[in-house]
Nanobody, 127 residues
């Protein structure tokens, strides 16, 4: 059974940092991509960041560029999201997802391209 499991998250004050981790299992994670998405109350789920397994190419939403960093460990099948300079508007449930196929550019930000999703982890940023 293919699954991804998030860990980390929690509550922090504005300007603080958090680190999310995602562990994948049940699939060969040497190709495709992993993504982080988030969903705030009353809003649609949105793309945050993605990284390809092969070359480690990274993609970021404009809202988080320069503040968030996505990285991967091919040996451990894990992906991390380091979040710095957090803002109250970053408050959301953060989801890790796996895309079995190669993607590049915009395609790595499209939700429907990801077929396995984690259960989500809450991130709350207070002002």
């Amino acid at each position: 059974q293919v699954q991804v499991v998030e860990s980390g998250g929690g509550s922090v004050q504005a300007g603080g940092s958090l680190r999310l981790s995602c562990a994948g299992s049940g699939r060969t994670f040497s190709s495709g991509a992993m993504g982080w998405f988030r969903q705030a109350p009353g809003k649609e789920r949105e793309f945050v960041a993605a990284i390809t397994w092969g070359f480690g190419t990274t993609y970021y939403a404009d809202l988080v560029k320069g503040r968030f960093t996505i990285s991967r460990s091919t040996a451990k099948n894990t992906v991390s999201l380091q979040m710095n300079s957090l803002k109250p508007e970053d408050t959301a449930v953060y989801y890790c997802a796996s895309n079995r196929d190669y993607c590049a550019g915009y395609e790595c930000s499209v939700l429907r391209n990801y077929d396995v999703w984690g259960q989500g982890t809450q991130v709350t940023v207070s002002s």
